[in-house]
């Protein structure tokens, strides 16, 4: 823990570039020796400026000692560039951050089929369900997912590969400590039950704008490949992202979408570009079964239309071939329970308990806007709750109890 400090003293100087603290680290070899060098030492590392030499000055460790005591507090681990467990991928990128703070278990990232996916936070069900299925796919066939945890396509990337039984790693812009967007509590738990979450902000730093860009050179840096779900062209995260990949020496990948569709414009020039096309989980995986045979399970793997529908429906179809006295009878759902649903989700089931319905004739009936129709539909299919039929109709798979 008392070598820990130096390192945390060194993260936290304010001023200094991550690349300032790898020419340090090169020069002195270890942060300690960077503490008690002196401006005349500090003098001779080729590429600090003057300000970053006066910066060096400030010797005082409170900080650092607060940091250490809130990660033992929380159950934090911190992950040094010199741990034998840092990633060499990340080690070799421009600017790999210090230290990373750590909750769960870290997986040995040199050793895994690791898919960055990133997407914009104002995602459309096409790429909610997109970004779901191809993450599922994947951890299923045994890559290791990797995202922000951020709203839209981050967060329908970790549930897809957290579905599969996968393992997944969230890279956040704010401490482990600070949960962002707050709808993701959750979320948090079953990553770092799993898999990890990762920051190179300390505990209780908060959620800034001009953190996020920053965390995507480690998303990308971790990774084999980063796949674009959905981005604008315009103030794209996902595409900084995906320009980062690239500078880093490492595959880009692309889901496509309709021409008019602006969401799909980024991913589309991408592939204009030269990105790979992704429209199932195999066509990232096929690039690293030579490479990783021990790693990626079998061959493609055909898996079921948004995570159940298809053998839904097979079953659906099967049922209705049955007596009624072979029939079975619906699985239950306890609506006073902990269900996890939201409003618009149980007022679409209650709708649907009555009867088969199209998209328009619930939009109607429950007077919720389309997107938000679309959208709780989507995940009510890809938990199983309903099921979905020629001309966007809809049933109900489950037997409501309120």
């Known amino acids: 823990m008392a070598g820990l400090k130096y390192w945390v003293w060194l993260n936290e100087c304010r001023g200094l570039t991550n690349r300032s603290r790898a020419l340090l680290l090169d020069h002195f070899g270890s942060p300690e020796d960077v503490y008690y060098a002196d401006e005349a030492e500090y003098a001779l590392v080729e590429g600090l400026s003057k300000k970053q030499i006066e910066l060096l000055a400030d010797k005082s460790t409170d900080g650092a000692d607060k940091i250490l005591g809130d990660c033992q507090r929380l159950g934090l681990r911190i992950l040094t560039m010199q741990d034998a467990d840092y990633p060499a991928r990340l080690r070799g990128i421009f600017e790999p951050p210090c230290l990373l703070y750590v ?85 948090y738990r079953d990553i770092a039950a799993t898999g990890a979450l990762l920051s190179e902000y300390p505990p209780g730093t908060a959620a800034e704008g001009w953190h996020f860009p920053i965390r995507n050179r480690i998303i990308s840096g971790l990774c084999l490949a980063t796949v674009v779900v959905e981005a604008p062209l315009e103030r794209s995260g996902a595409l900084i992202t995906a320009n980062t990949a690239l500078e880093q020496g490492r595959d880009v990948f692309a889901v496509p979408g309709p021409i008019d569709a602006s969401a799909s414009r980024g991913c589309n020039r991408l592939i204009a570009d030269g990105a790979g096309l992704v429209s199932e989980s195999w066509d990232i995986l096929r690039e690293y079964q030579a490479m990783y045979p021990h790693k990626i399970l079998g061959e493609r793997v055909e898996l079921p239309h948004a995570l159940g529908y298809q053998a839904r429906t097979e079953q659906a179809e099967a049922k209705a071939a049955e007596t009624p006295a072979e029939a079975e009878a619906l699985p239950a759902l306890d609506l006073t329970g902990d269900h996890g649903l939201t409003d618009d989700q149980m007022k679409l089931l209650r709708e649907l308990a009555q009867g088969e319905k199209q998209v328009d004739d619930l939009i109607e009936l429950t007077q919720i806007p389309t997107r938000r129709v679309l959208s709780a539909l989507t995940m009510l299919e890809l938990d199983g709750y309903v099921a979905q039929s020629g001309g966007k109709r809809f049933s109900i798979q489950v037997e409501l109890k309120e």
């Open 103 to 187: 909750k769960g278990t870290l997986p040995a990232f040199d050793e895994e089929v690791a898919v960055a996916m990133v997407g914009t936070r104002a995602c459309t069900p096409y790429g909610t369900q997109s970004a779901e299925k191809i993450a599922y796919g994947l951890a299923k066939q045994g890559a290791l997912v990797v995202s922000g945890a951020a709203r839209g396509i981050d967060s329908a990337a970790h549930r897809g590969a957290l579905r599969a039984g996968g393992v997944t790693v969230a890279v956040l812009g704010n401490g482990l400590d600070v949960v962002y967007p707050e709808e993701n509590a959750g979320l």
